[in-house]
């Protein structure tokens, strides 16, 4: 891959971007930093397609209520940007899809992401993110609880056998399969176990009785999915995993 991450570490952290994640197989490099509206994290994310030889690269800006590599549509406002290439090829595919084969176009298209990103995360963010944090407040208050019933320990698994030992067995089963059905972050099983734990164990205390998750199919329930990739990103937060895949 021709776009690397370190150098566009170096051309981004002057605007407060740290490096996230990135993914050799999926070809991505992530970007981000806290927004300046509270709660919300702007992603820039650098994607590189194609076969060797005929790469091409796009960028995209996230206003973002996850820091890390959890991920549901829901909690993520997304634009990809159109303003690279010349301008005789605006309004067509490769007015976002660059050339990047060579060092050079790569290192050019490094230079211009590095500029381009922040202003039109800053706006996404401005412009989205109120509306992000508005439809998620219930969410929001919810992970904060689960969140405080994490037990005290010096690493996630010791935290899960904590857990486990107050699940019942139908308790146990529900938190192994809404784990395995989560999963978005690669090598994240633990931090799946923890979150899913959480939310099968404590949801009766945490739960406003009107607000019923669905715990057989995450995926069909937005309240229950957000939940556990909240928790997951902030577990992946703070206990460091490791930023390549």
Known sequence: MKIKAERLQEL???????????????????????????????????????????????AEVQASLLRGRAFHKDLIERQVLTEFGPAEKRGTVEQYLTPVSTQMQAQEWEYEFSKLVPSFAVALADAKGPELLKKTVTIRKAVERYLGFLPPSDGLEAIRSKLTLKTTDEQRMNAER??????????????????ALLVV?????????????????????????????????FLTTKYQLPMSS
């Not at 509206?37 to 076969?51: D, K, N, P, S």
């Not at 009107?210 to 329930?221: N, T």
């Open 178 to 195: 809404l784990s395995d059905v989560s999963l978005m972050i690669p090598d994240g099983e633990l931090i799946y176990d923890v979150a």
């Open 12 to 58: 981004l952290r002057p605007n407060g971007f740290e490096l996230i994640w990135q993914c050799g197989i999926e070809k991505t490099i992530c970007f981000a930093r806290q927004s300046p509206v509270i709660g919300v994290f702007e992603r820039a994310m650098a994607v590189t397609v194609g076969r060797v030889g005929e790469e091409v690269a796009l």
């Open 201 to 233: 164990i404590y949801a009766p205390e945490v739960e406003d009785k009107g607000d019923k998750l669905e715990l057989v199919d995450p995926w069909s329930d937005f309240g229950s999915m957000s939940r556990i990739q909240l928790i997951a990103d």
